[in-house]
């Protein structure tokens, strides 16, 4: 994998780790009775969210779209995390199945590109 690519598969990631933190305070603040810790977390939850597209729209500039932007999915991966750590969510056998799924197409796309 060529640097520009890697930078740019680094940056997406880190975007989908902040959009699902962010996702993740929006979820902590509608569930909150307490005003002050509502508006907090929307706050934090938008914030987050932007840094998170910031990084995406900086990421494109080092590799293919059709590449970097299905390695967002790994959102989902973070965001079952992030329930099951901070929310005391369970993870099922399908959910589990489907994070393996996740990460071989993540493997599979960011080998298939041009730059690879």
Not at 43 to 57: E, Q, R
Request: hydrophobic residues 55%; glycine residues 12%; contains cysteine.
């Amino acid at each position: 994998m060529n640097s520009n690519l890697l930078k740019g598969v680094g940056l997406i990631i880190m975007s989908a780790l902040c959009t699902s933190f962010g996702q993740l305070f929006w979820k902590i603040g509608v569930n909150n009775q307490n005003k002050k810790v509502l508006l907090i977390s929307l706050f934090l939850g938008f914030v987050l969210y932007g840094i998170g597209a910031i990084s995406m729209i900086i990421a494109l500039k080092f590799g293919e779209l059709s590449v970097l932007h299905p390695i967002m999915c790994v959102g989902y991966i973070f965001a079952l995390l992030n329930g099951k750590i901070f929310l005391k969510e369970q993870i099922t056998i399908v959910q589990f199945l489907g994070v393996i799924i996740i990460i071989l197409g993540v493997i599979f796309i960011t080998r298939g590109g041009k730059n690879a």
